[in-house]
């Protein structure tokens, strides 16, 4: 089993639709992340939790709402969502945020997003 | 702004060596990464640098020059395994990671 799961792996969708995305970790991290990662762009950190609080927004638009119920699980809850977001959305988590440490990222494979 | 710069795209030969470079212009500077990652997986962490040097680890080096703003990572006996895309990130003086595009290696036979 990997450290950090994501599903779906594939999600299509319509601009009206409703969908979530759902990220799992099994490493005993307390901070974890979403990224946006588009073609030949640099990773977009949008959301940051640590110890379940939510420490960043990224001035990300309202239609990506996030949920972190444990230090486990993050969740990113998708509305009306534009063709401009289809992307490939990836989780990922640290030890902590504690600056002491290099702050090493484990992600999931992802979640490839197509908006229609 | 903050900046990172790496080549989009590089290809060698099966057997080479490789050097992946790495120019950043960040506010305050808190270590340098590298990440892996293959076409359709996950980013997987390389290697870490936060002072002056050479950090080896098996095939995989990383060198940091933080008076010149420059990294690089060098891969030593290529292998088809290694087409991938290499990621370079740095930590600013606020600790958040500032990301480059990534460069595509592509290895041939």
């Known amino acids: 089993e990997t450290g950090v799961t994501q599903t779906p792996r594939h999600l299509v969708m319509g601009m009206t639709n409703k969908k979530s995305l759902k990220c799992e970790q099994h490493?005993?991290?307390?901070?974890m992340y979403w990224y946006k990662q588009s073609a030949k762009k640099p990773l977009e950190l949008m959301f940051v939790?640590?110890?379940?609080?939510?420490?960043e927004n990224n001035s990300v638009p309202s239609r990506f709402s996030p949920e972190c119920p444990n230090s486990s699980h993050l969740f990113l809850h998708l509305h009306t969502l534009q063709p401009e977001d289809s992307a490939l959305y990836l989780c990922?988590?640290?030890?902590?945020?504690?600056?002491?440490?290099?702050?090493?990222?484990?992600f999931g494979e992802g979640s490839r997003l197509t908006v229609l | 702004g903050q900046n990172i710069d790496q080549p989009t795209e590089m290809t060698a030969t099966e057997g080479a060596i490789v050097q992946i470079n790495c120019t950043y212009q960040?506010?305050?500077?808190?270590?340098l990464f590298w990440y892996q990652q293959h076409a359709g997986e996950a980013p997987t962490f390389l290697s870490y640098?936060?002072l002056d040097g050479l950090e080896e680890k098996g095939r995989f080096s990383s060198f940091l020059s933080r008076s010149k703003g420059y990294s690089y990572l060098l891969l030593k006996e290529l292998q088809m395994k290694d087409s991938a895309s290499y990621l370079c990130?740095?930590?600013?003086?606020?600790?958040?990671?500032?990301w480059g595009a990534g460069t595509k290696l592509i290895i041939k036979p």
């Open positions: 990922a988590s640290s030890q902590d945020l504690d600056r002491a440490h290099t702050g090493e990222l484990f």
């Open positions: 490493l005993g991290h307390n901070a």
């Open positions: 939790y640590n110890f379940k609080e939510q420490t």
């Open positions: 960040t506010s305050g500077f808190n270590g």
């Open positions: 640098n936060v």
């Open positions: 990130a740095v930590k600013d003086s606020n600790y958040q990671l500032i």
